[in-house]
């Protein structure tokens, strides 16, 4: 006699039962499993005392009283080893409670007695053979289901597309990437959860969140646990020193997740549930630092967050731009990655999905922008994978939209969920959380190279302290990167109001004009050349000095480019023109000489006369949007007033320059 498929099983594989993790959110895999009939006619045994244990085992199970069920129903088996029915009921009995390797053997076992059974046990055993990465065994039983024919169209067809998730895990299990593991360590790892959040851009500070048991029993009775983050700082021999808790104002009794760092270590975001300040579930906070401290966080709002599960984030080196996942409606499945952009008073664009290349019908999560701003990783059940949640990478084009994601390939990817990912700034090594290791606890964090097709492009980074010239005392400034190819603008980013501390990334292969402001000062100018250095470039440790605005005052305008003997304003000076238009238009009084210079090479008179044509194009570009010629003069000084040497090409460059002074007030 044949047994019914009555009940789906839904196993909640978050380590989180009794609150929503800001980590991980609530996803979940269905299983379905055989409940045995009660009719005990014309089952496949003969022995009476067999069935009357069948019996009385299958009472029990009814009950969920479990451990009695075993007994019996194994004391049934003991009596008629082939008697198929009592087999499955230890099936059904241990898929309930989560014992998959034993529920897999008593299905398994039921099937060869009795073949024909049940038909629905083939894709049941197959649904239990995939989540545990066994690919070819759950393949067989999937194509033996479908030889029936029978069963509802869409169970037909999700077993079909079971079948290739198989086949692909087969493939990718055959043609495995380059992985070596390696656990970070008892100062980093305890016997409890560490999910790896960010390392910082100058790889020097590890940031990642622990769960902890907080001794208070809730309901179901089971103890309460408490999410904290978590840092720790890479010391001189190379080893990461004991992690700390980040404590207050960051870390409550509450629960906080998912932490993201801006690259320049200024902003901190991340999630919290069932605040009171909350608009859903979920919702991203953000706070900013104040020389060793945070301040104390803020929700981004009901245009970021949304009444439902927000969580997730990750900001950009660009210094505006947010990544997240939420689930919110108008998405493409369960679980979408959304962006948002910071304005320049402080509010947040409305958020606007990835799209089809990122987002599907199923669930996205745990977005990962690099600082190179190009590399996305997230985790992803929707797109081709090995089964569960598996980690991809898909690269931005220069329209912004997203290529064509790829999976990060086995072993990184298993049968199990991955989730969690971080790359380092120079994209060479990655940092993943896991509990298939043989780790310190359950979720540990480890270290891994990450081969060289999944790497970002790479990123340096310029660091150091803003001063005021004359008191040395430290300033907040704002920073802003332009690509001069692209003539657009990279990076934003704010010096620390207490300390006066910056760091700004720099992706590799690129020429940047940089520029450092702040009210009552005049800016700071300079420009970097990386194109052709596609690895990690040194480090730019540089201090910046910003001037009051004084008469007499120079700054030397690094970004204001001419061709060669010519005196056309090329199109990458613009952003620098910009700069210097908005110093006018906030000082109403001031005025300025504009000068050009040129290096030695040439005749005096034709230097004079081009660097003089030069300081006049500056000028008639700030009169052209409104500032009085009146505020203005321009010189040309050609090569009479050098301010490096003209034995070098760099000094020759150096001595090419265009000025402007404070001549008035």
């Known amino acids: 006699m044949k047994f019914s498929l009555k009940v789906i099983l839904v196993f909640f594989l978050s380590p989180i039962s009794f609150f929503q993790s800001p980590v991980t959110g609530n996803w979940s895999l269905v299983i379905g499993y055989g409940s045995m009939a009660q009719n005990t006619s014309n089952l496949s045994t003969i022995s009476k005392k067999a069935l009357k244990l069948y019996t009385q085992a299958y009472e029990r199970y009814q009950l969920r009283e479990y451990q009695q069920a075993l007994d019996l129903v194994n004391k049934a088996i003991e009596e008629d080893s082939n008697f198929a029915e009592a087999w499955g009921l230890k099936g059904d009995m241990a898929a309930e409670q989560r014992e998959i390797e034993t529920a897999i053997t008593s299905y398994d076992k039921a099937v060869e007695l009795f073949p024909d059974m049940d038909y629905n046990l083939y894709v049941i055993l197959g649904n239990l053979k995939l989540m545990m990465g066994r690919y070819a065994e759950a393949k067989a039983n999937y194509e033996k289901y479908l030889t029936y024919n029978k069963g509802p169209t869409n169970r037909r067809w999700q077993t079909e597309e079971n079948i290739l998730k198989c086949s692909y895990g087969m493939y990718m299990m055959s043609h495995p990437v380059p992985f070596d593991p390696e656990n970070l360590g008892d100062s980093i790892n305890s016997i409890h959860d560490e999910y790896i959040n960010a390392i910082s851009s100058d790889k020097q500070t590890l940031w990642f969140t622990r769960r902890l048991p907080t001794g208070t029993i809730v309901p179901n009775g089971s103890d309460a646990i408490e999410e904290d983050f978590y840092l720790s700082h890479l010391s001189g021999d190379n080893a990461w020193d004991r992690a700390y808790n980040l404590g207050p104002p960051i870390n409550t009794r509450g629960n906080e997740g998912a932490i993201s760092i801006s690259p320049d270590g200024q902003l901190l975001f991340f999630a919290a549930c069932q605040r009171e300040d909350g608009y859903g579930s979920c919702d991203i906070y953000w706070s900013w630092k104040m020389g060793n401290r945070w301040s104390i966080p803020r929700n981004l709002g009901p245009v970021v967050n949304s009444e439902t599960w927000d969580s997730q984030p990750s900001f950009s080196s660009d210094g505006k731009t947010l990544y997240f996942a939420s689930k919110r409606g108008g998405g493409k499945g369960s679980s979408d990655i959304w962006r948002s952009e910071l304005l320049p008073n402080g509010d947040w664009t409305l958020p606007v999905n990835l799209g089809d290349s990122i987002n599907t019908a199923g669930e996205e999560q745990n977005p990962f922008i690099h600082p190179d701003d190009q590399t996305l990783y997230f985790a992803s059940k929707g797109h081709q994978g090995m089964g569960g949640l598996d980690l991809f990478y898909s690269r931005k084009w220069l329209d912004g939209s997203w290529g064509k994601p790829v999976n990060l390939g086995y072993p990184i990817n298993t049968y199990a969920d991955e989730i969690t990912l971080a790359v380092n700034s120079t994209g060479d090594v990655a940092y993943i959380s896991s509990d298939k290791f043989g780790g310190r606890g359950r979720q540990d964090i480890y270290s891994f190279p990450l081969y060289k097709e999944a790497q970002p492009h790479p990123?340096?980074?310029?660091?150091?302290?803003?001063?005021?010239?004359?008191?040395?005392?430290?300033?907040?400034?704002?920073?802003?990167?332009?690509?001069?190819?692209?003539?657009?603008?990279?990076?934003?980013?704010?010096?620390?109001?207490?300390?006066?501390?910056?760091?700004?990334?720099?992706?590799?292969?690129?020429?940047?004009?940089?520029?450092?402001?702040?009210d009552g000062y005049l800016f700071f100018s300079d420009n970097f050349s990386l194109t052709g250095i596609r690895d990690q470039a040194k480090p730019f440790l540089k201090n910046i000095p910003l001037q009051p605005i004084k008469v007499g005052e120079t700054v030397v305008l690094k970004n204001i480019f001419f061709d060669t003997d010519k005196f056309d304003l090329k199109p990458e000076s613009y952003n620098e023109l910009e700069k210097l238009l908005g110093l006018l238009k906030a000082n109403p009084s001031l005025k300025i000489e504009i000068s050009g210079h040129t290096d030695i090479r040439g005749p005096e008179e034709h230097n004079l006369e081009l660097s003089k044509n030069r300081a006049k194009a500056v000028v008639d570009y700030l009169v052209s949007q409104g500032i009085s010629q009146s505020r203005m003069t321009y010189a040309g000084y050609g090569f009479s007033k050098p301010i490096d040497t003209n034995e070098t090409d760099e000094g020759l460059a150096n001595n090419r320059r265009t000025e402007f002074r404070i001549v008035g007030k």
Do not use: W
């Open 459 to 518: 990123v340096t980074y310029m660091k150091g302290v803003v001063y005021d010239k004359e008191t040395g005392n430290k300033l907040q400034a704002h920073f802003e990167l332009h690509d001069l190819l692209r003539n657009q603008l990279v990076v934003k980013a704010v010096s620390d109001p207490i300390d006066g501390s910056f760091l700004v990334c720099l992706p590799t292969d690129r020429d940047y004009a940089l520029n450092v402001s702040r």
